[in-house]
């Protein structure tokens, strides 16, 4: 991911932004095509987290995933198929790019998608043995060969949309062939074959019914701005939103590997009676992340259009879409906050207040996020995203703890989470006031906001009474 943040840039200049208006809309296609994996994945976490030490149950488990897996892959690749030529002619706003070079593009996509159903699925997998290190190496080397090989053959080979999403689709082959091989490494079973049960689907049908509803109301949730907006921009604006969407999105991979690590443990020691130490690892786990991402969150927002210019080197687009970034960082600083409400229902099985809970949030927020895209643009959709952000953590946090974890939300709320919101606006608010970047080049504008973050990332660890220790000591020993 942050290989491709640093290279997107350089897409921009060798693809052009209407053809990396295709790689936004690939983007937004693959979140709504991912909610055809009905919830499997997330099934698939939590019964490799449960039957680790059943090994032959689990490859039971696994194959009749996967064979439903299969099905939803070829269904996926069909729908994109019959509708590659009316998103080409008549959804998207294509002005210099051929209308086949388009439609063949999204087909392609397409398959792309299907393979990656696969792979989420292996994922989930790997992630519910806790092999993350081994998770985090793979995506290291696959994102390098996506992202940096990826610039290096539009640069050196071909910059025609088409043949860069035929790249992408080799990675896509490689990519789900790896992760298989590790999968079956993992369950050390003799290799006779087993055919997909109906056993499995009816005793995990109401968990993954559970999650299939959360992640069609979340995907459409998230995603509900993009979709307006692809049918209302010209493709070459809706490249240059795409920058936003990938800088605010990045906020949320500092969660990923956190919560990758976290939500199979909760699960386990849920499982293993270990209550107490549950509780306990989420009040950790949530302040590591508040710290992180609070001291992220505030120097994006804050100095957004600085930001972007060191990052583009173009003045021009740093005005054009500053703002909205500004907004979307905040609104997904927010969520990934209160993402843990999800991880707290999901170890203990039950996600029904979810579910409800995001019906109604659903019902009232989906038509904001549309009104301010088709409205207002990016501004107005990045307003509506902060705001229903906001209305959310005041909300939800405080309904799940009392069911779940009586008594705890008062200190997560005000040892975990608050002080790290007001340290780092208290910290930005000096540096924003006081300090000038506006004379400066880009590499040092870029030094200014890497000193920003690591001051600010310093006074939230020393809140901390834990880190401050640690951090005494070692400041002692030196």
């Given at each position: 991911m942050w290989i491709g943040i640093l290279v997107l840039p350089l897409y921009i200049k060798y693809l052009g932004a209407e053809a990396y208006g295709l790689i936004g809309f690939f983007t937004m296609l693959t979140s709504w095509m991912m909610l055809l994996d009905a919830g499997l994945t997330a099934?698939?976490?939590?019964?490799a987290s449960r039957l680790r030490n059943k090994l032959k149950e689990l490859k039971l488990t696994l194959r009749t995933i996967e064979s439903m897996f299969l099905l939803i892959s070829i269904i996926a690749v069909f729908i994109v198929y019959l509708a590659k030529d009316y998103l080409a002619m008549n959804w998207l706003d294509v002005k210099d790019l051929t209308i086949n070079e388009v439609s063949f593009s999204i087909f392609i996509m397409g398959v792309i998608i299907g393979l990656r159903f696969f792979s989420t699925l292996y994922r989930g997998f790997i992630n519910g043995f806790e092999h993350q290190i081994w998770i985090n190496v793979f995506n290291i080397?696959?994102?390098t060969?996506?992202?940096?090989?990826?610039?290096?053959?539009?640069?050196?080979?071909?910059?025609?949309?088409?043949?860069?999403?035929?790249?992408q689709l080799f990675l896509a082959f490689v990519e789900v062939l790896v992760l298989n091989l590790k999968v079956y490494s993992l369950l050390l079973t003799n290799t006779k074959l087993v055919l997909p049960s109906k056993l499995v689907l009816?005793?995990?049908k109401s968990f993954t019914l559970n999650i299939v509803f959360l992640s069609f109301i979340g995907v459409a949730f998230t995603q509900a701005d993009k979709l307006v907006l692809s049918a209302t921009m010209p493709l070459s604006e809706y490249g240059y939103f795409t920058l936003v969407v990938v800088i605010s999105n990045a906020i949320l991979q500092f969660l990923q590997p956190i919560a990758q690590a976290v939500s199979p443990r909760m699960v386990s020691l849920i499982e293993n009676k270990k209550e107490l130490e549950m509780i306990e690892l989420y009040h950790k786990s949530t302040r590591l992340v508040s710290i992180l991402i609070f001291s992220i969150v505030g120097n994006i927002a804050v100095f957004s259009n600085e930001l972007l210019f060191v990052w583009t080197g173009d003045h021009g687009i740093a005005d054009k879409i500053y703002i909205a970034l500004s907004l979307y960082v905040l609104g997904n600083g927010i969520m990934a906050v209160s993402s843990f409400q999800y991880m707290l229902q999901f170890a203990y099985g039950e996600l029904k207040y979810h579910v409800r809970y995001n019906v109604i949030f659903a019902f009232l927020g989906i038509p904001v996020m549309s009104a301010g895209a088709y409205y207002y643009g990016i501004i107005g959709a990045g307003i509506s995203w902060v705001v229903i952000q906001v209305i959310s953590f005041v909300v939800w946090?405080?309904?799940v703890h009392n069911k779940f974890i009586p008594g705890e939300h008062t200190r997560w709320l005000f040892i975990n989470v608050l002080p790290f919101i007001f340290a780092s606006t208290f910290m930005y608010g000096i540096f924003y006031k006081f300090i000038d970047l506006s004379y400066l080049s880009r590499l040092e504008i870029f030094a200014s906001l890497v000193i920003?973050?690591?001051?600010?990332l310093g006074i939230n660890l020393l809140l901390v009474k834990e880190y401050r220790k640690n951090i005494l000591t070692k400041i002692k020993g030196f």
């Open positions: 099934t698939l976490v939590r019964e080397v696959l994102n060969f996506k992202f940096v090989g990826g610039f290096i053959f539009v640069k050196y080979y071909s910059n025609e949309p088409t043949h860069f999403f035929e790249y009816r005793r995990v946090p405080t309904f920003f973050g690591m001051i600010t």
